[in-house]
């Protein structure tokens, strides 16, 4: 739980990590205490900074020392869950460590080794909490003249202390050098200074002096619903100003495509109160790595209202840093938000990232741009799914539902109309579903189980769609036997492929890949349901009327013909309005619903 790694390598795991991530995921360090890649830098990689003042003490008991003599080396302070024990050469403390190490209790302590060094340094077994560790040191053949025990301790996860000095022991005769030898001071020189933000980011200058990032576009930096990203070139560094609606933590990302990984990013993280801001590499789809070493100056931070701010500054280039990009290059931007806990971690965002439509140059001419936090592809899905089954598979179930008596006499290309505009939609309804399946593989690779029955139920509607063309190629004819068998299984599938339709958009539109406003989409969505539903009963009543009808004058034989006729014109009438009226509806529905998609 308690040191990062460097370099994160997962041959094979990554379509298991971007299972994972897609849940609550959070970026842990080593409860086992296995960190043998923090061995140089002994600094535990938790997203924020050192403490300055050290609680925790290490003591020895004796100060002199010859070649193959065991020192006995305690750690005691208040609680804590993690620790890492190095000796190193009081003279030259960014040397590897030295001598090595025995321990006394198994249960809380273990041995690493450091560089080409065995059992050269001990860290924590778990993260049980402890007061005291105690192990012994044993000085090689090769010591040098004067050793120092640092010691790297974590309370919590965002409580540590990094290389707290220890005592100095030292060979018989050993002189000092004049160089100073490690104090208190610099063991927490890792930390950068960090100041407290007076006023909100404004928006002055996007376009003309800074580059701006804004959702909404044009948005106000200073309302609780804008998301602002700004970069600014001052000679050789940028200074980078970001903000956003978010209790737990804003990031952006500068990545050479549209797709998570392999990119250069930034996180200001809400720290109970306390933001810290580091930098970070994403390897794949696994968590961020948060580096060791921050490359940012001049770093400031505000909390006011749900609103999180912070400004930084880093340089244009970074040659000692390889995992940062120069930023006088084209990059799409990522600007992400998410949850936080108060011990550390940081948990994937809820919803999808904004990224913008093009790759930019931040330090080249300013530009006001807005993005998307939905990729095109899984717009196209859904809106053709709309275009399917709001409006084609709607309209012509209605139309062989009702209108077969009413255009029965009317005829297109040898067939009963009724007929041609019913086959004409609902092929287009097969087509239209058939293209917006493959959008959503095309765009993940493959299959995704991260949308929960979304794409189970997909796979259901298509198939049912494909299967009702399919065996209305073998319909019989009307007096055939088993023609009443087939309309059955063709009314049954049809309507059984709308109700999973309906269901499969109302979980779509929530899914972090589109995410349709809240709660609009579902009134929304409820009110297509309820208008199709009333249509469909409406017409229902109207024809039992008109059926009643024509039985109650029945019995007056004369009249009959004239009777009939005259019912048979005001009810074809009515289903005509009514029909005009749905359709209409249908189209406000649908063009509801892709203005809203053009907007996420």
């Given at each position: ?128 909490k ?52 490690y ?89 109970d ?20 070493k ?5 770093v ?20 000692t840093?390889?995992?940062?990009f ?46 998307s ?7 196209a ?30 005829f ?31 765009y ?20 049912l ?80 009327c008109?059926?009643r009808?024509?039985e ?49």
């Open positions: 739980m308690f040191f990062c790694l460097i370099k994160m390598e997962l041959p094979g795991l990554a379509f298991v990590v971007w299972m994972f991530i897609c849940f609550r995921v959070s970026v842990d360090g080593y409860p086992n205490g296995k960190v043998r890649e923090a061995c140089a830098s002994m600094v535990p990689c938790h997203g924020s900074s050192p403490k300055l003042s050290p609680e925790h003490v290490i003591t020895v008991n004796r100060t002199e020392f010859r070649p193959g003599d065991s020192i006995e080396v305690q750690l005691s302070g208040p609680d804590f869950e993690g620790f890492f024990l190095q000796a190193r050469d009081a003279e030259d403390l960014d040397s590897p460590a030295v001598g090595s190490f025995v321990l006394v209790d198994r249960r809380h302590s273990q041995l690493l080794t450091c560089g080409h060094t065995m059992n050269s340094a001990v860290s924590h077994t778990s993260k049980a402890k007061k005291v560790v105690k192990v012994y040191w044993i000085a090689p053949g090769g010591a040098p003249k004067h050793v120092q025990f640092l010691a790297t301790v974590v309370k919590k996860y965002k409580i540590f202390w990094v290389k707290i000095p220890g005592p100095v022991i030292s060979q018989p005769n050993a002189l000092f050098s004049t160089t100073p030898l104090t208190a001071s610099e063991a927490v020189s890792t930390a950068h200074s960090v100041s407290y933000l007076t006023k909100p980011f404004n928006a002055s200058g996007c376009g003309n002096t800074k580059f701006c990032l804004r959702n909404p576009s044009n948005c106000d930096p200073e309302s609780a619903s804008c998301f602002f990203l700004s970069f600014h070139q001052e000679r050789s560094s940028v200074l980078i100003e970001m903000s956003g609606p978010s209790e737990g933590y804003l990031a952006f990302a500068l990545s050479f495509d549209q797709w998570m990984g392999d990119d250069d990013t930034y996180l200001c993280i809400n720290e109160h306390h933001v810290s801001v580091s930098t970070a590499y994403l390897k794949g789809r696994s968590p961020p790595v948060l580096d060791l921050n490359a940012l100056e001049d400031s931070w505000r909390l006011v209202d749900g609103v999180l701010q912070c400004s930084f500054r880093r340089n244009v280039s970074l040659p840093y390889k995992e940062r120069n930023m006088n290059a084209s990059y799409y931007i990522f600007l992400a938000d998410g949850e936080a806990s108060e011990d550390g971690p940081i948990y994937k965002h809820r919803r999808q990232p904004l990224i913008t439509n093009g790759m930019y140059n931040v330090t080249g001419i300013p530009q006001d741009i807005g993005g936090r939905s990729p095109r592809l899984i717009k899905h859904g809106a053709l799914m709309f275009v399917a089954w709001i409006s084609t598979a709607s309209i012509g179930v209605v139309v062989a539902r009702f209108f077969k008596p009413v255009w029965s006499h009317l297109l290309f040898g067939r009963e109309i009724w007929f041609q505009v019913h086959r004409m939609l609902m092929l287009t309804t097969v087509v239209l579903t058939s293209i917006s399946f493959v959008l959503p593989f095309i993940r690779g493959g299959w995704s189980k991260q949308a929960g029955f979304h794409p189970y139920l997909g796979c259901t509607v298509m198939a769609t494909i299967f009702q063309p399919f065996m209305a190629g073998f319909r019989p004819s009307p007096h055939a036997p088993r023609r009443q068998l087939f309309n059955w299984f063709h009314w049954s599938i049809g309507t059984t492929a709308r109700i999973l339709a309906v269901v499969t958009m109302f979980l779509g539109m929530d899914l972090p890949a589109l995410d349709l406003p809240d709660p609009w989409d579902t009134y929304t969505m409820i009110g297509f349901v309820a208008w199709h539903v009333g249509t469909d009963v409406l017409l229902e009543i109207h024809s039992y008109l059926i009808k024509v109650l004058i029945e019995d007056d034989r004369v009249q009959i013909l004239q009777s009939l006729t005259s019912a048979e014109a005001e009810g074809n009438l009515f289903k005509q309005i009514v029909l005009t009226i749905y359709i209409c509806g249908n189209i406000i529905f649908l063009i509801a619903f892709l203005a809203a998609i053009n907007q996420v």
